[in-house]
């Protein structure tokens, strides 16, 4: 019986390629390979661009519900349902590189709004952020879009109808 993770990791596959077309618009790589099970749950990838023959870059992915889009925030949990080591925990110990944030369609078979983070960035924010708690145990931090454009922690976007996010940032 596989478990959570195995089924979070098997549900991203079927969005790979598309993820690929996405990250082709920022980034330039030569080629790409979905991590392993110790390099997404230990280094917190999900992932690997070869941008040349020296240089590679890790991609996180997290991929949300089409209920979650008008939130328009990040979230990162900080209290994992299964262990104690969080994407929080791992961000904060200067794990991951880059984070592609997606939104699934209702039917869940395509990716419809999307953002490219600097994780980096993401470090240096000071986490005032309020901490909400699932009833299953779990909990995370958000930080809304217009915190991260702010702090340039952007790097790109897309599926958003047109200055959707950009007027969403100046009304808050």
Known sequence: ?????????????KYFRQIKLLLRRTIEFNSSRI???KEDTQESFDMLLYLDDM????????LRGNQYSDYND???????KFKDYSE???INDG?????FYGYLNKEKTKIVKWVLVDINKIRTLKNNNNITRNSDGSAFISYGFNQLFYYDCIL????????????YIEQN
């Open 1 to 13: 019986m596989k478990n959570q993770i195995e089924l979070e990791i098997e549900s991203q596959y």
């Open 35 to 37: 991590s392993t099970k």
């Open 55 to 62: 240089v590679e870059k890790r991609i996180s992915i997290r």
């Open 74 to 80: 990040l979230t990162i949990r900080c209290k994992g």
């Open 88 to 90: 929080l925990g791992k």
């Open 95 to 99: 794990k991951g590189e880059t984070y």
């Open 156 to 167: 790109d976007y897309g599926g958003f109808r047109r200055n959707q996010l950009e007027e």
